[in-house]
């Protein structure tokens, strides 16, 4: 609460969390919205992103599909890979292949595996260049390198 009271987003975005849940605080959907929205209107992208999945699925609230969308791209703004990549993938059903490319590679650039994938596919189908392919390959792979350390690998290791 000290962290909430000073406008700490992460907090309200866990306080969120756990009034979804129940448990340590009686389960509150109304407390809920109130704090994933504290969250996402100190621009946590995560909070926009739980948002957009509670809108979509009706989770709580009435679905309204497009509150979804609007929490959508603005986690997608915020920095929020998977949900650029859900922007993408929804452009690509539209037919919007262009923009669902553009999407697909600042996801990718930003080291998303499904992402990359997609950049991939979009290639082969000639809805990216060869050097907007390996732009995109080369900025993953750097990405990547970068999220490498010896404590990630134990961790992983310790998981299997």
Same mark, same amino acid.
């Given at each position: 609460?000290?962290?909430?009271?000073? *406008? &700490?987003? *992460?907090?309200?975005?866990?306080?969120?969390?756990?009034?979804?849940?129940?448990?340590? =605080?009686? %389960?509150? +959907?109304?407390?809920?919205?109130?704090?994933?929205? !504290?969250?996402?209107? +100190?621009? =946590?992208?995560?909070?926009?992103?739980?948002?957009?999945?509670?809108?979509?699925?009706?989770?709580?609230?009435? @679905?309204?599909? &497009?509150?979804?969308?609007?929490? +959508?791209? +603005?986690? /997608?703004?915020?920095? &929020?890979?998977?949900? @650029?990549?859900?922007?993408?993938?929804?452009?690509?059903?539209?037919? *919007?292949?262009?923009?669902?490319?553009?999407?697909?590679?600042?996801? $990718? @650039?930003?080291?998303?595996?499904? /992402?990359? !994938?997609?950049?991939?596919?979009?290639?082969? #189908?000639?809805?990216?260049?060869?050097?907007?392919? $390996?732009?995109? =390959?080369?900025?993953? %792979?750097?990405? @990547?390198?970068?999220?490498?350390?010896?404590?990630?690998? !134990?961790?992983? #290791? *310790?998981? =299997?």
């Amino acid at each position: 609460m000290k962290r909430a009271n000073a *406008n &700490d987003p *992460n907090a309200f975005y866990v306080l969120g969390g756990i009034y979804r849940r129940g448990g340590e =605080l009686s %389960q509150d +959907l109304t407390k809920f919205f109130e704090m994933m929205n !504290k969250a996402a209107e +100190l621009g =946590l992208a995560m909070a926009h992103y739980n948002l957009y999945v509670a809108y979509l699925t009706g989770y709580g609230v009435e @679905r309204d599909l &497009d509150k979804a969308i609007r929490h +959508l791209q +603005l986690a /997608a703004i915020g920095g &929020d890979e998977v949900a @650029r990549h859900k922007l993408g993938t929804q452009e690509a059903r539209l037919g *919007n292949m262009n923009r669902a490319m553009k999407h697909f590679m600042i996801a $990718a @650039r930003s080291g998303y595996d499904d /992402a990359l !994938k997609e950049v991939g596919e979009g290639y082969k #189908a000639g809805h990216v260049t060869k050097d907007e392919y $390996a732009s995109t =390959l080369r900025t993953h %792979q750097s990405i @990547r390198n970068e999220m490498k350390s010896e404590q990630r690998s !134990k961790a992983a #290791a *310790n998981r =299997l």
